[in-house]
């Protein structure tokens, strides 16, 4: 069972560059690392996806190791629009069908 | 549609009653998606579909909860009997197709049983 760690919350300033890193020591062959991003009242919304290496978006960056266990969101610049929680995914291949298991994900609060 | 629609966005029963959740995908995605979120909490995987076909139902929580998705589009979440250990908020997704594709979320059913 593919599971994720990730720090519970985190502060940061208007302007800042914010990195959130989630390990996923048991992460499997085949698995995407995804991020998602969820607002009070909303369900989770799709942030960026990579397998390894760097991956960059409109949005976000995403830098993932070689031994691909940990992963990293790096959020630019960010603003009070961004206060969010944050929830890192790798799949779960168990009994032959391909499900996610998200985590409690990191509370991100974006200061003025 | 544009987006992942779920109805209704509010539901209060008494205890004992049967509830269905309804899910509407978007259009043509072949994976749809059921979760369950409690407050403070991440999503917690329910069951899922492979067009019309149940993939895994390993979350639902007990016989009480069933779900369907007869013609490989709209989903129904039935809940029979429900109790107040059921209230939460019931969140459906889908995908274009399954594996490691990004699940699109509706903004879900809040559940409160009396």
């Known amino acids: 069972l593919a599971k994720t760690t990730q720090p519970i919350s985190m502060d940061s300033y208007e302007g800042q560059e914010v990195n959130i890193t989630c390990s996923h020591n048991?992460?499997?062959?085949?698995?995407?690392i995804t991020w998602y991003q969820q607002f009070p009242s909303q369900g989770p919304r799709f942030i960026i996806q990579?397998?390894?290496t760097k991956v960059t978006n409109e949005v976000a960056s995403l830098f993932i190791p070689a031994d691909r266990k940990s992963s990293t969101l790096s959020l630019p610049r960010v603003s009070l629009s961004d206060t969010a929680v944050y929830y890192c995914?790798?799949?779960?291949?168990?009994?032959?069908?391909?499900?996610?298991?998200f985590g409690t994900g990191t509370r991100l609060k974006v200061l003025a | 549609g544009a987006g992942v629609s779920q109805s209704p966005r509010y539901k209060v029963t008494k205890r004992g009653q049967d509830v269905a959740l309804r899910c509407d995908p978007i259009?043509?995605?072949?994976?749809l998606y059921w979760y369950r979120q409690a407050l403070g909490q991440g999503p917690e995987f329910l069951t899922y579909?492979?067009?019309?076909?149940?993939?895994?139902k390993s979350g639902l929580p007990n016989d009480r909860f069933s779900a369907e998705r007869p013609e490989g589009s709209i989903s129904t979440l039935t809940i029979q009997r429900t109790e107040q250990r059921d209230s939460a908020m019931y969140r459906c997704?889908?995908?274009?197709?399954?594996?490691?594709?990004?699940?699109?979320f509706g903004d879900g059913t809040r559940l409160s049983i009396l």
């Open positions: 259009s043509g995605h072949v994976s």
């Open positions: 048991n992460i499997a062959t085949n698995d995407y």
């Open positions: 990579g397998y390894k």
């Open positions: 995914l790798v799949g779960d291949e168990g009994s032959g069908t391909y499900k996610y298991i």
């Open positions: 579909f492979n067009y019309e076909a149940q993939q895994d």
């Open positions: 997704a889908s995908s274009a197709t399954g594996g490691n594709q990004p699940q699109h």
